[in-house]
Each structure stands twice: as structure tokens, then as C-alpha cells.
């Protein structure tokens, strides 16, 4: 570690912190529906949609209503997205002639991309045509990070209001959404990582012929409008197979910097959002005390255990300045990959600019680990918010046991219908991880995955489903999961990941709104103190932790004391 | 409910994707193109008017005359990007490493020339492994080492003051000017 990498690590999260403020009131503006400096431009717009699509700009829903929204509009875009997926063949803007996809490869991807997983069981310059790439995959990039918005600001409003049981309307949270907060950025975004040296064409590939006489053919084509909203979006579904370690995806530290800015910026700021609209910016700041604590302890584990390096390599004669390289790109380093590795699981990114399967054990535990601690750090574009009010309502009513009053938070009581979906939705991702990867673990459809052997292997399985039903993306590439196994329980495990766990997380939201606020007293625990903080990291480690613990231990600590006795496999 | 929800549902899903997967990329394509056509197009690089590769994606030189560029999972295949995936305690991984590390002295094998990169595409060697090839690549033109050295340093990228970024050389941009030596010379 050097003081030059923490340097670099604190200048980007330095800017995000600088950018939480104005982006979180800018998007407090937007969805309470006042004018913003982009209304000129985007106001007849958003009027004409919902003119076309019959929405009552004044009208609102309640949570049921909502949440029929959500699902209705996620369980249409999979078949539009399926559809372009299994046709691309026959459509146009297919430079290099792609044949359409297979059933099951289609299926996964559509759910992958619809729930903002962004799972990358296909190579993208060997399998997406350009139509696939834009007007498959670019709009669920946008839209289902719109729709986790939407849920975190119906979720925000259910703690502002009382008394009421009309929680906001999807259908003007979601255009909201994409028109006044992702395209716009956006369009930003992509035009800087242009003129850093990404690659926007709409051709398909470029023959070269080296100085050495050899041919090589290099793949192009949209990619840094992909790119852009990927990141702003936590998708995370690169344009390239290996995402943004490819060299045109992330060709140097400046594109760096801003892929893990545009990353970060959002998801911090809908907290901020979120304190604005509840009215307690402390609050916010509470949370996002508790995030940047975890992740900065991610982010210095990850960095500590890669520029340790690997003794099994460095007793073969390596020098050890540079740390373990393998699967890493010389021109990010060590702290980039390791900001860039926390980051992305901490949030549900799942782009990678390094091969994870190749990190250390101890370096590759920290983003399983990230991921399994339920995405909150944080988190994916609005998912990350609800998951962490989720995990704020577990630690009042937590606290509330130990002094034996009724638990309260933002001046709503979280009685027992509030904590028994509070509970649903958390139990979803070990249900989910622990249970499809026990299969994989036994069935022999599921060991043919895995290319390495030993507790690497379990590693690879367990990252799988942890980032399939985290709806993270990134993956332990080792796997080969463009299988039907693989491609069909990992579609499902994304589909109880993001749905089975917005709906509780609604219905909390349409039973708070209906709650009066009461005032606080002088025996309401107060949560914007270091006190709810510290308790708050407890309840996040022990819930995401505890119950991961055993398989971590059979994955990848028993992969890294292995490594120190330099046993292989 | 649900009846009413389907116009919203399939106008805004249609209205969306047109803008969001036609107009954006498309004009994002109109700007990039016209505003930085040589990012936009790949940052190729062409030599005596040919297309030679570009600056970005590493390239496969295997001559003594080169410098060659780190490992690759898959040989430099600019349409098919790749890393080994290996972990740490494979063995393919740790005999292809020890294997790579006897072409140097003991604990002075650049972390960079034995193992293979995320992207399998990686355009930049690091300035240790740049030169520990100099006295190849100079027995193998007839070039003087010092002035060899002189050169890779001079293609040395250097943080941006001394902060942002990592020092690396990049492999074709070196071995373009290493070309461009010999032609002086004849």
C-alpha cells in the first residue's frame, strides 16, 4: 500500500462525498415535482408521455397499486428484451452477423438485465449484435435503475406522510427518473468518456495487421454510451466480456475515476434525497456514516491483501513491488482495482476492472462478503436506500428489545406487520444463495461449472448465486454458467433477489404512510447519533454475516490458510 | 388495477426504449464522432498507412527485435477478451508462473511479465519488465543498450504529477518507435 493509492482512493470518494448535497436536493426537487433547470428541456416531453400513455400527472397510487406498476412494467420488458435477444439475427445493425441467442441464454439475460443484476453469461463482443447492445440492453440499464429509483422515493414518502395510504405514482416516478436524473447525466458521462478514449461507432470491428505482420481483429462499437449509463445505473453489464477491465471499456485512471464516481454519486445521493424528503438531512448523514465506515474497511482489506500478493507466486522468484497482478490491468494498480473492487460490490455494480477470481482469497472474500452484507454500501440506485432503511428498521426494533418499548424510526412505530415483512425481505437473500448454491454444491449439473478445484471451486459457486440474488453481476469468471443449470437457476435467483424483496419492502411503505407521526420524547432512541450508527454496522454484520460465516469459512478462508501452507490444486 | 396499468405500462416501456435505445446511443454516436473521431473509432494507429493496431488494445510481439507485452488467457484476441480466471492456489497457475519467472534473476521477475492481465489485452508493460527486454531487444537489432534505455524512458507514461495514474510503457507505441529508429538509420 502506498500513500499515492490511498491518495487516489480519497480523491474519488472525496468528489462523490462533494457531490452527495446538490445531487440529493436536486432529486428531492424532481420527485416532489417542482421545476428544475431541466424542466425547459425535458417538461414537454415527460407531458407528451404521459399524455401517450394516459397517465393523470395529479393522480397517485397506493402501495398495491405501485407495486402492480413495477411488476407489470419489469414482467414486460423481459419478454421485449427476450424477444430482441432471440432475433437480433434478423434485425438490423448486426455488423458482425451474431446469431440470435439460445433460449435459456436469452432467459438469463433478460432477467439479469431487467433486475438490474446485469449477470454477464455471454461475451459481449462475441454474442450481442448493436441493436441488442442499445435497444436491449441499454434500456433496462436505464429503466430498471429508474424503477429502483421510483421504490426508494415511494419509500421516503412513506415515512414523510401520515395518515394517507397513496404512497406516489410509479409511472411519474419512473419518467421522472430517466428523463431529469439518468439521461441527462448520462449524456454527460458518455461524451467525457469519448474524448477519454472510448470507443462510439456503429461499426462492428477494424482489421489490423501488426508490425509483426500478424492480423488482429478489434471489436468496437457503441460502447461509451453502454458504459455511461452502466455505471450511473449500478448495472454493470459491460459491453465487452470482460467489462471494464477491457482496454476500450476502461482504457486509463481518468475513465477510471469517473466510472467509480458515476457509480457511487447517485446511490449516495438518493440518501440524501431520502433525509430531504423525510425531513432529517442528520438522518441521512447517519446512514451514509455507516456505509462509508464499511466500505472505506473494504476498500483498505481488498487493497492490503493484493499488494501482500500471492507467497505461492512470490517463492517462485517474483519480485514483490507490484503485488499480485494476476488478472489485473497494469494501468489502474492496486488501489484502483481495489476501490474499483469494493465499490462495485458494495454498491450492485458488478462491473469488474479486474478478473476477481484471480484476486487473493482474502482480497476475493471482501466483495463476496460485500455483496452477501445485502448491497447497502451504498447499495444499487435506489435499492441500495430501501435495503438500508430495511436494516434501519431491524436495528430500532432491535434496540427497542433491549430497553422494552415499542420501537420508533423518523416518527413512525414499527410494529409487528412492519418487522414480519422487514424480516421477509432479509431472508431472502440467504434463502436464495445458501439454497440454490447447496444444490449446485451436490448436483452434477452444478460441479460442472467450477474450472478451479479445491475451496476456489465452492468459491466460484457461491459467488454466483450471492451476486445472481444480491443483483450484483460480477462474477468469479472461472465459472462456466452459459449452461442451462447455471443460465436457469441463476435467472431465478435474480427474480427472488429483486422482486421478492421490493414487495415486502412496499408493503412496509404503504403501512407507514397510513401511521400518524409521533412526536419524539425523551424515551425515543435517537437514530441520526453515533450511537444508532455503531449499532447499525453491528446489525448489518451480524444479519449479513453470521449466517454466511460457515460457507466463508469452507470457501475462501480455507483457500487462504491453504495458500499460506503453498498447497494447490 | 392491472388492466389499467397495462396502457402505462406499454406505451412508457415503447416511449423509453426509443429514446433511451435509439435516440441516446445514436446521438451520443453523432457527437462522438463528430467531436473526438479518433476515440470514437478505437484510437487506431496507422503506420505507412496501414492500420497497425491500437494505442489501447496490447498486441501479441513475439520477435527478439520487440518488446513484448505481458501474458494473455487469450493470445491477444481483440474480439474475444479473456482473462485465466485462475485463483490463487491453482496449480496450472502457479507452474505457468514459475515457468515465466526462470527467463529472470531470482525475486526479479516484474509481477507484470509472468502473470496474464484481466482483459487478456493489456497495452502496457511496466517499466521494470521494459527493461529487463532491453538487452534482447538491442543484441537483436545491433542497437547501443544505453540508447535503448533512453528510449523506453522516454516512453515511460509517469503518473500525472507524480499522483494519478501508474508508471507503464506502452508496448506498441515503443516498438513503433523503435521502427521509426531503424528507419532513420537506413
Given at each position: 500500500m502506498t500513500w499515492q493509492g490511498w491518495l487516489q482512493i480519497g480523491l474519488v470518494l472525496g468528489l462523490v462525498a462533494a457531490a452527495i448535497k446538490p445531487l440529493g436536493l436536486y432529486m428531492a426537487q424532481v420527485f416532489d415535482g417542482k421545476r428544475t433547470f431541466l424542466t425547459p428541456l425535458f417538461g414537454p416531453v415527460e407531458r407528451s408521455f404521459y399524455r401517450l400513455a394516459g397517465v393523470n400527472a395529479q393522480s397517485e397510487q397506493t402501495w398495491l397499486g405501485y407495486t402492480t406498476g413495477v411488476l407489470l412494467f419489469s414482467f414486460l420488458g423481459a419478454p421485449l428484451l427476450y424477444a430482441i435477444l432471440r432475433l437480433q439475427a434478423v434485425l438490423p445493425l448486426n455488423p458482425q452477423g451474431f446469431a440470435g441467442l439460445s433460449p435459456d441464454l436469452a432467459f438469463n439475460t433478460a432477467v439479469s438485465f431487467v433486475t438490474n443484476t446485469n449477470w454477464q453469461s455471454y461475451g459481449g463482443e462475441t454474442t450481442m449484435s448493436h441493436l441488442s447492445q442499445m435497444l436491449g440492453l441499454t434500456v433496462q440499464n436505464f429503466v430498471s435503475a429508474a424503477s429502483g429509483i421510483a421504490i426508494a422515493v415511494a419509500v421516503s414518502r412513506a415515512f414523510a406522510?401520515?395518515?394517507?395510504d397513496r404512497i406516489g405514482n410509479f409511472w411519474i416516478d419512473l419518467t421522472r427518473a430517466t428523463l431529469y436524473v439518468l439521461l441527462p447525466m448520462a449524456v454527460v458521462v458518455a461524451v467525457v468518456f469519448v474524448a477519454l478514449g472510448l470507443p462510439q461507432t456503429l461499426a462492428g470491428s477494424v482489421d489490423a495487421t501488426s508490425l509483426e505482420g500478424a492480423s488482429q481483429t478489434i471489436a468496437m462499437g457503441p460502447m461509451a454510451s453502454q458504459e455511461a449509463i452502466k455505471q450511473l445505473g449500478t448495472n454493470g453489464g459491460g459491453f465487452m466480456n470482460v467489462n471494464a477491465a477491457h482496454p476500450f471499456e476502461n482504457p486509463n485512471a481518468f475513465s477510471n475515476y469517473l466510472g467509480i464516481f458515476s457509480m457511487l454519486s447517485i446511490s449516495a445521493a438518493m440518501v440524501y434525497a431520502f433525509g430531504q424528503i423525510v425531513g432529517s438531512r442528520r438522518q441521512a448523514w447517519a446512514l451514509l456514516s455507516a456505509m462509508a465506515v464499511l466500505l472505506v474497511v473494504g476498500i483498505g482489506a481488498i487493497y492490503w491483501a493484493e499488494t501482500a500478493g500471492n507467497p505461492i507466486h512470490l517463492a517462485a522468484?517474483?519480485?514483490?513491488?507490484?503485488?499480485?497482478?494476476?488478472?489485473?490491468?497494469?494501468?489502474?494498480g492496486q488501489a484502483m482495482t481495489a476501490l474499483y473492487a469494493a465499490v462495485t460490490t458494495g454498491l450492485s455494480n458488478g462491473g469488474v476492472n479486474a478478473m476477481h477470481s484471480s484476486l487473493t482469497p482474502l482480497g476475493g472474500l471482501v466483495p463476496l462478503f460485500l455483496i452477501q452484507?445485502?448491497?447497502?454500501?451504498?447499495?444499487?440506485?435506489?435499492s441500495g436506500l430501501y435495503g438500508m432503511v430495511v436494516f434501519a428498521i431491524l436495528t430500532v426494533f432491535v434496540a427497542g428489545l433491549m430497553v422494552g418499548r415499542t420501537p420508533e424510526f423518523l416518527g413512525k412505530k414499527i410494529e409487528a406487520r412492519e418487522m414480519k415483512l422487514a424480516m421477509l425481505a432479509v431472508l431472502v437473500l440467504p434463502l436464495a444463495i445458501l439454497g440454490f448454491s447447496a444444490l449446485a454444491a451436490v448436483l452434477p449439473q452444478g460441479l460442472a461449472g467450477p474450472a478451479n478445484s479445491g475451496p476456489h471451486g465452492l468459491t466460484e459457486i457461491l459467488y454466483a448465486y450471492s451476486s445472481a440474488a444480491g443483483n450484483n453481476g460480477s462474477a468469479f469468471a472461472g465459472l462456466s454458467a452459459n449452461s442451462p443449470w447455471y443460465n436457469t437457476t441463476l435467472g431465478l435467483a435474480m427474480l427472488a433477489g429483486r422482486f421478492a424483496y421490493i414487495v415486502p419492502v412496499l408493503a412496509i411503505a404503504g403501512s407507514l404512510a397510513r401511521k400518524q407521526k409521533v412526536p419524539a420524547s425523551s424515551g425515543t432512541f435517537p437514530t441520526d447519533g453515533p450511537l444508532f450508527v455503531g449499532l447499525l454496522i453491528g446489525i448489518i454484520l451480524i444479519l449479513g454475516g453470521l449466517q454466511f460465516f460457515p460457507v466463508l469459512a469452507l470457501g475462501p478462508i480455507l483457500e487462504h490458510v491453504l495458500m499460506l501452507a503453498g498447497q494447490t490444486f | 388495477m392491472l388492466i389499467a396499468q397495462l396502457r402505462p405500462a406499454l406505451v412508457l416501456l415503447l416511449l423509453l426504449a426509443a429514446l433511451t435505445g435509439l435516440a441516446y446511443p445514436l446521438a451520443i454516436t453523432g457527437i462522438a464522432q463528430a467531436a473526438f473521431p479518433s476515440q470514437a473509432n478505437g484510437s487506431l494507429v496507422e503506420h505507412d498507412g496501414q492500420?497497425?493496431?491500437?494505442?489501447?488494445i496490447g498486441q501479441a510481439f513475439a520477435g527478439a527485435g520487440y518488446f513484448h507485452p505481458r501474458p494473455s488467457a487469450v493470445g491477444y484476441d481483440a474480439a474475444g477478451s479473456g482473462g485465466t480466471n485462475l485463483g490463487a492456489t491453482s496449480a496450472t497457475l502457479a507452474s505457468d508462473v514459475a515457468a515465466r519467472a526462470q527467463a529472470f534473476a531470482p525475486g526479479e521477475a516484474p509481477a507484470d511479465a509472468v502473470t496474464a492481465s484481466a482483459?487478456?489485452?493489456?497495452p502496457h508493460i511496466s517499466p521494470a519488465y521494459a527493461a529487463a527486454q532491453v538487452a534482447r531487444v538491442a543484441a537483436a537489432r545491433s542497437l547501443d543498450a544505453a540508447g535503448l534505455a533512453a528510449l523506453v524512458e522516454q516512453h515511460t507514461e509517469h503518473p500525472l504529477l507524480g499522483l494519478f495514474g501508474e508508471p507503464m510503457v506502452n508496448v506498441l507505441k515503443l516498438n513503433l518507435a523503435l521502427d521509426a529508429l531503424g528507419d532513420d538509420n537506413s
Open positions: 406522510r401520515s395518515g394517507v522468484g517474483l519480485d514483490p513491488a507490484l503485488g499480485n497482478m494476476e488478472g489485473k490491468e497494469l494501468r489502474f452484507l445485502g448491497e447497502v454500501l451504498p447499495g444499487g440506485v435506489g | 492500420v497497425v493496431g491500437s494505442a489501447l482483459s487478456g489485452l493489456d
